[in-house]
């Protein structure tokens, strides 16, 4: 009797046990249960987490802050370069071309200011160092106006030995005047004769138009040598009217004293004032 109420109280025992184990193995795997121990994890892990490192909103923050800093530089980019004042440079290209030939209404207006410049108001020149071609010099300045804007005594005791005679050399004057101006198969230029008159005038015509468009001119030979040659053109040779004024200053120094200006003065004449 003892014996089957123990085997009894054991089996009901031991059913129970399964049944708090088969029932709790059923709460442990049902959904609810595994959906609450999940969003329990989520949080602790989430609170974790959210100490050691900053939310995503946080981490897409600065990420669009920088991508909206370029689009604002950007936008305001093109405004400050419309906005800005063209540069100086691109101004002066834009109103000033380069090498472009002036129009023939500013040619007009400049050649009467070009020859009373060259004039110096009173139909007089000239300056040192003038650029000028000496053909159009001829052309802007009347008859008895051009004048050696070099003193020559002075600029051959202010230059090297040899300057004045390599200015004359220079176009090829010696060729026929002989290296030193003292002749050749044309006149000598060192002695003292004029044939055309002797002031600076005179002079500088006579060299860049040649003896035969001098006479076109007006001009009257005064004398003749014994080399009867014409004076060639040499105003398409020699560039400047400078050069000229330095060959004018060579010839004066070669020349005896007492022939030259202002101790001895022979202008040129004219075929109006010879006929009179």
């Known amino acids: 009797m003892d014996q089957k109420k123990s085997t009894s109280w054991g089996t009901v025992a031991g059913l129970l046990v399964a049944g708090l184990v088969i029932v709790g193995f059923a709460v442990v795997t049902s959904k609810p249960f595994q959906e609450a121990s999940h969003t329990e994890t989520a949080l602790n892990t989430g609170s974790g987490m959210a100490e050691e490192h900053p939310t995503e909103a946080e981490d ?20 400050e370069v419309a906005d800005a004042p063209p540069s100086e440079p691109a101004k002066d290209a834009a109103s000033e071309p380069a090498d472009e030939p002036p129009s023939k209404v500013a ?25 000028t071609p000496p053909l159009e010099l001829v052309k802007q300045v009347p008859p008895g106006g051009l004048h050696n804007p070099y003193d020559w005594q002075k600029l ?40 055309w008159g002797n002031t600076d005038d005179v002079l500088f015509r006579l060299i860049v138009l040649g003896s035969k468009a001098l006479e076109e001119q ?30 004018i200053s060579f010839i004066r120094s070669i020349n005896p004293p007492g022939t030259n200006p202002p101790e001895k003065v022979i202008p040129g004449r004219m075929k109006d004032a010879a006929a009179n």
Not at 60 to 79: R, V, W
Not at 166 to 184: A, M, T, V, Y
Not at 225 to 244: C, L, Q, R
């Open 60 to 79: 897409e923050a600065p990420s669009k802050a920088a991508d909206e800093k370029p689009a604002e530089a950007m936008d305001e980019k093109p405004s």
């Open 107 to 131: 040619e007009a207006d400049a050649e009467p200011a070009e020859a009373a410049d060259a004039a110096g108001g009173g139909g007089e020149c000239c300056k040192p160092g003038d650029m």
């Open 156 to 195: 051959k005791a202010e230059s090297p030995e040899d300057y004045l005679v390599k200015q004359f050399r220079l176009p090829g004057c010696n060729e026929c005047h002989g290296g030193g101006g003292g002749g050749g198969f044309c006149p000598a230029l060192s002695q003292g004769v004029w044939f």
């Open 218 to 247: 007006g001009f009257v030979r005064i004398q003749w040598g014994t080399v009867k040659a014409p004076m060639p053109e040499m105003g398409h040779v020699i560039k400047t009217s400078d050069h000229v004024w330095k060959i």
